[in-house]
């Protein structure tokens, strides 16, 4: 069973503060991504990556950063934290082409982030 | 730009009602489509995709025909139960692109 960790699961900072997502996949994954999710809009893609190193910019971008560190490891960082920035974030891995099950995401269970 | 669109934010049926839920895609190449569904409190999960064009995906119940010539993925499911209660998106993937695009998503409440 492919395995998406995320943390924090709840964060609460106030306007201006700094923030940093962690996300962790243990599927041997190339892919991972992050998401918003907003009443209203669905799933945003914020960004992506295919492997340590690479970044790739989503469709709403502004305000984040986010960096692949390793295969595994994916963070997604709020530098100075805006009250729209409030919402449920995804992230998802799937594996490259080529491979098995190519088109399929795999998702954490989100992180709760409210900017006060 | 792409795009994914489903017009129905929130769809309210009894159970054993027939579901439809509509999705139309556009993108200037040959997607794989997808249906994924997203049960309170957890993160969304793979309910069906298909990769060609013309092609039916089916799970649990749910069908989703992909077709290119009305750009429409739409979700059907004859007899919905109480458990089907969850938001479905539809998703595309261009094949030659890492990105996933997701719909707006649509709840569906089943009335017990």
């Known amino acids: 069973e492919a395995a998406v960790t995320q943390s924090p699961r709840n964060k609460v900072t106030v306007t201006g503060g700094n923030v940093t997502l962690s996300c962790r996949q243990t599927?041997?994954?190339?892919?991972m991504y992050w998401y918003r999710q907003d009443t209203g809009h669905g799933l945003r893609l914020i960004h992506y990556?295919?492997?340590?190193?690479?970044?790739q910019i989503g469709d709403v971008p502004d305000g984040y950063k986010a960096t692949r560190t390793t295969q595994e490891d994916f963070f997604l960082l709020l530098e100075l934290a805006s009250p729209s920035q409030t919402s449920l974030y995804f992230c998802?891995?799937?594996?490259?082409?080529?491979?098995?099950?190519?088109?399929?995401?795999?998702f954490g269970e989100g992180s709760k982030l409210t900017v006060l | 730009g792409d795009s994914v669109i489903q017009m129905q934010g929130q769809v309210t049926l009894s159970e054993n009602d027939f579901l439809f839920i509509n999705c139309t895609y556009s993108?200037?190449?040959?997607?794989?489509l997808f249906w994924y569904v997203q049960y309170s409190g957890e993160g969304p999960q793979l309910l069906l995709q298909?990769?060609?064009?013309?092609n039916k995906g089916s799970s649990r119940g749910f069908e989703a025909t992909y077709d290119k010539g009305t750009t429409s993925f739409h979700l059907q499911k004859t007899s919905v139960q109480e458990i089907d209660s969850a938001v479905y998106y539809c998703a595309m993937r261009d094949y030659n692109q890492g990105k996933l695009i997701f719909g707006q998503g649509t709840k569906l409440s089943i009335k017990p």
């Open positions: 298909v990769t060609t064009a013309n």
């Open positions: 993108t200037t190449g040959y997607p794989t």
């Open positions: 599927n041997s994954h190339n892919y």
């Open positions: 998802a891995s799937r594996a490259g082409q080529g491979e098995a099950n190519t088109g399929q995401l795999y």
């Open positions: 990556s295919y492997g340590a190193g690479n970044l």
